[in-house]
């Protein structure tokens, strides 16, 4: 998945940990705060999706004992360890979600912005073409690329961004999509460009504003976009039902309010994380590490899904909230690798 904090990815992006003291420490069930009062039966059908994916001696056991229907509470008290990894970085939290476009399988006068499969016959010798040569040119139109067509450029670029969406078509089903590829050009923030240009300022950044100023001013916008020169292409994703989340970073569906994305370099895929955040709308939950991103970046690190659609959308792009990220590890793990301070 691609979230919402690359859109400000030059502002929310911790520098290098390489050097950075990590630390881990034990804690108990008592020091998380408002664990007796979570939802551990969600929590434990999310772990369950990804689970049979984890590798180890002590995995393999744990999950079987999760899909065995236990009490959820106990599962997790009895099996797992809390243990708290830092880095010296401040945690920080942001949100992603799953977009929905509107589309049509056939190109119309209103669904005219085409999303692209991978070019796989595009010559080996030569580099994939820019966001602007592929906007401006139409260098792949008329090879068959074109998945659908949807009726909005910007929030097609913002469905880039994130890396997967659905597309609500014009005869009433949905197309789900998964990242098929990218061009091979960095990747450069168009929230931190439009700081640069004086536009908005630092803390004004969000992709409603992006969005919003791109339509107001359809030329400087179109200008802008192509400052980004990365382009992502797509892929059909028909194996997942519509009442699943989209894929995530292990190849299974995510859970909205239950999935948190991480840095696999701290934080083991596929295992379970309290999640303390701050901010105006606190989020004390127990929560499964199974997506990645590439603004993702340290221990202390996270981006939570939210959801779906517009509204999930507004209210993850609403979050830049600091707080504390705990791992559960099983128990023997934790002790093997934490000494107690």
Not at 196 to 201: N, V
Request: aromatic share 10%.
């Amino acid at each position: 998945m691609r979230a919402v904090s690359l859109i400000l990815a030059g502002f929310l992006t911790f520098g290098s940990t390489v050097n950075a003291e990590v630390t881990k420490s034990l804690m108990a069930f008592d020091d998380l705060s408002g664990w007796a009062d979570d939802n551990h039966a969600e929590a434990l059908q999310t772990f369950k999706e990804t689970c049979g994916d984890l590798r180890g001696d002590t995995w393999g056991p744990i999950c079987r004992v999760a899909k065995s229907d236990p009490n959820p509470k106990l599962f997790f008290e009895t099996f797992f360890q809390p243990v708290l990894i830092e880095d010296g970085k401040p945690g920080l939290f942001t949100g992603y979600f799953e977009p929905q476009l509107r589309g049509s399988l056939v190109e119309t006068p209103r669904y005219s912005t085409p999303l692209y499969a991978f070019p796989r016959d595009w010559p080996s010798d030569t580099q994939l073409p820019t966001r602007q040569m592929i906007d401006s040119t139409g260098v792949l139109r008329g090879q068959g690329l074109e998945l659908v067509w949807v009726d909005d450029a910007v929030a097609a670029f913002f469905l880039q961004i994130q890396g997967s969406g659905r597309v609500k078509l014009t005869n009433g089903r949905s197309m789900r999509l998964g990242f098929g590829g990218g061009n091979g050009h960095s990747y450069r923030s168009i929230g931190k460009e439009m700081v640069r240009r004086g536009i908005l300022g630092e803390h004004q950044v969000s992709a409603k504003r992006i969005s919003n100023w791109v339509k107001e001013n359809p030329e400087r916008g179109r200008q802008l976009l192509w400052h980004n020169p990365s382009y992502v292409f797509f892929r059909r994703v028909d194996q997942v039902p519509a009442e699943k989340g989209p894929l995530g970073a292990m190849n299974r569906s995510i859970t909205a309010m239950r999935t948190v994305a991480i840095d696999p370099s701290f934080v083991k895929l596929g295992a379970p994380v309290w999640i303390e955040k701050g901010g105006r709308s606190p989020i004390n939950r127990l929560m499964v590490a199974q997506d990645t991103g590439s603004a993702i970046k340290g221990a202390q690190r996270a981006d939570i899904f939210f959801g779906t659609g517009e509204a999930a959308g507004l209210a993850a792009g609403s979050i830049k909230d600091p707080g504390r990220l705990v791992v559960l590890l099983p128990v023997e793990e934790a002790f093997a690798k934490v000494s107690s301070r």
